[in-house]
């Protein structure tokens, strides 16, 4: 989900919701990880009229999204209504009044009708916490992992057996409030009531759903991942330089980023991470290769955009 912003030339947030009016049915969401998505995915919803329940594991953690969070709608406000700073005040408060927060799980999901996980990409962790969301939650809750790149079958095994019925994936793209993808991921169990108010939860929220099956990668990713690895491997073998090679897709196929700048984007350390998995997993797969480069750059701590160094230099 840190691939975002590759396939879209970067914009405002034009199609941003107001509170009062868009979502059709307003819905108790409850929010499990309050990083840079799952606080996305909070201020989408409370943005498209929700009420919404942050979960994390410590007041700390909680302010700080609450603070990003806060900042973010600001931002909406101030565009939206440039000429009216009352306005702009009461929209970011109607906002954050949808929003209320718990450190505990069990609490936090007791009235839910939906839950989205987004917490650290480790399945162990992840089943965990679904075991005791099934136990919690309301027999009517929809369940979905964030996962960008863990399997949700997988995962849905912590689940009991009525319940998988309503267990699927909703992966948002990075930054939540501007990207208008989501993917929803079906699993063999997944019904079709579930997919359905899957589907319909994110056009209210004014994003484009995809459905698409329980695959590595889902859709976007696994286009993406592979792409970026040959580009790397175009650079190892000498064909062009990176500059050049980015120069060549930018131009040459309309992309907004070439894909040695995206990977500096996206951070080498999660391209590392999907690509082991990947080679780790599906041990067949001719596209899921490990990169030398790859693990040198990582391994000197060049991740990229956010460590100041990775294919190129940042200020």
């Known amino acids: 989900h840190m691939l975002g912003r590759v396939a879209t030339r970067v ?149 009991a057996a009525p319940r998988v019925q309503k267990f699927g994936g909703l992966h948002f793209f990075n930054p939540v409030p501007v990207m208008k993808l989501v993917e929803v991921v079906k699993i063999d169990k997944t019904d079709d009531s579930t997919i359905e108010y899957l589907t319909n939860f994110c056009k209210g929220l004014g994003k484009s759903p995809v459905l698409c099956k329980d695959t590595p990668g889902f859709v976007v990713n696994r286009l993406l991942v592979p792409y970026i690895m040959e580009a790397i491997k175009l650079l190892e073998k000498g064909v062009a330089s990176k500059e050049d090679i980015d120069t060549a897709m930018k131009l040459g196929a309309g992309y907004p980023m070439g894909p040695l700048e995206l990977a500096d984007f996206v951070g080498l350390d999660t391209l590392k991470f999907i690509t082991d998995g990947w080679v780790r997993d599906y041990p067949d797969e001719p596209a899921f290769y490990p990169s030398a480069t790859l693990d040198k750059l990582v391994g000197e701590g060049k991740l990229g955009k956010k460590s100041g160094e990775g294919f190129y230099k940042y200020e």
């Open 11 to 159: 914009q405002a947030p034009r199609g941003v919701r107001t509170f009062s009016a868009s979502a059709t049915t307003r819905d108790n969401v409850t929010v499990i990880g309050g990083g840079l998505m799952g606080s996305g995915i909070v201020q989408t919803s409370a943005q498209a009229g929700h009420k919404v329940v942050l979960v994390d594991v410590n007041q700390d953690a909680l302010d700080k999204s609450l603070g990003a969070i806060n900042k973010s709608i600001g931002r909406v406000a101030k565009k939206k209504f440039a000429e009216d700073p009352e306005k702009a005040k009461q929209f970011v408060e109607g906002v954050m009044a949808n929003i209320s927060t718990s450190t505990s799980t069990a609490e936090g999901v007791a009235a839910a009708d939906l839950v989205v996980e987004a917490i650290v990409e480790n399945i162990e962790v992840k089943k965990n916490l679904f075991a005791l969301i099934d136990k919690h939650a309301p027999a009517k809750a929809v369940l979905v992992s964030n996962t960008s790149s863990l399997p949700i079958n997988k995962i849905a095994e912590a689940v």
